[in-house]
């Protein structure tokens, strides 16, 4: 499964038995995050924002400014498919009407 946009790729891949994320920016690889460190996602209860967080445990989580809400709720579905399969449990999924940075953790935030 892969979400393309102008500015970043999502590619989920299972590599023996870790399912991975990679977050690639234009081109360049900027993390790559294995399933089962996923705390949950957030999305805007917005239905016109495709904008999400992931979020990671015991780290910074990772934004996606994405517009297509579409291929957002498709990766959603893959998502939480891989990590049931992997986890047992259901990847906890977060509607928010405040804006989404308001729940994201940062570089900074897990330094303090």
């Known amino acids: 499964m892969s979400l393309q946009t102008t500015l970043f790729t999502i590619s989920i891949k299972e590599v023996s038995d870790f399912c991975f ?5 234009l081109l360049a690889i900027k993390r790559c995050i294995r399933y089962i460190d996923f705390a949950g996602l ?14 990671v445990e015991d780290d910074y989580d990772y934004s996606f400014p994405n517009k297509e809400v579409d291929r957002r709720n ?5 998502m939480k498919a891989a990590y049931f399969m992997k986890r047992n449990k259901n990847l906890p999924i977060y509607k928010v009407s405040v804006p989404l940075d308001t729940y994201l953790t940062t570089k900074k935030d897990i330094k303090n």
């Open 21 to 25: 994320i990679d977050i690639i920016y």
């Open 42 to 55: 957030s999305k805007s209860s917005d239905p016109t924002d495709g904008e999400f967080i992931i979020h």
């Open 74 to 78: 498709e990766l959603f579905e893959n």
